[in-house]
């Protein structure tokens, strides 16, 4: 059933509510997005929220990884496709939690690929969500497409980090994003600056932040400068992100808490 591209979809209206659909969008690979998109689902979770998270990265998904869901973790019948859950109650669909085997490679041309995206939005059993979390892979390309014509976007955060290539590749992101009319609800800086455990300094490693200027052409606030920090990888790379504690994140999880209070008295 899963990778073709004219499935049918169920019948999903009545059982899927979902309150708003964000995607997390960067320009650049590597720049930490899936880990910020993991981070955000656990800090809106903490909040009360019900959340789930697609991993629309069908070729390099990285989510399961970081909850620790194992490979071969959807379930499925007539009815459609279960998420997975991680140990706080997310609901989480990727294409890694199809596969046998968690290093077993996807090798899809565009089109059975944007086909398993709307499957994982159309024929996923994702039941009462306020948040779903699209993790969108890097680049402007058809996966984005995809998900604006087929989800009812609310916005997208964006994911960059100060180097100079990042944010350049990001502001193409921010102009496909306008043409699109999706909203820009905040912009993250990630691996911003290393803080020095013993003088507290702040050292930019990648050099000095143009998250700003990315802010500016999204026309939105720079919401989040998230530092190195050496124990998200280590809980990323043991699938115990759910351990982290990042208060960095409280204001955009405060905007996008807004966003949803916005749209319930709309
Ligand atoms: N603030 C941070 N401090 C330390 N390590 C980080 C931080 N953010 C991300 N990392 C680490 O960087 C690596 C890449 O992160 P991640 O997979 O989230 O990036 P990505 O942008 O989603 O990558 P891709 O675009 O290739 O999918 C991971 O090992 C992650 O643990």
Redesign the pocket.
Known sequence: MLGGSHAQAPKLAGFNRIGQVIAVV?G???????????LLAVALGRQGQKVGVLDA?IT???IPK?FGLPAGGLRGNEAGILPAITRTGIRVVSANLMLPEEDAAVAWRGPLITGLIQQFWGQVLWGKLDTLLV?L??GTSDPLLTVVRQMPLRGAVL?TSPQQLAALVVRKAVNLLKTLNVPVLGVVE???YYPCPQSGEHHEVFGPSHAYEVAVAAGCDLLVR????????????AGR?EEAELPELAPLVARLLGVVTQRAQA
């Open positions: 960067s650049k690979g590597g720049v930490g997005k899936s880990s910020l998109t993991a990265d390099g998904p990285s970081l993790d892979p890097p994911v990630n691996l911003a998230l530092p190195i920090d050496p124990s998200l990888t280590q809980l990323g790379d992100i």
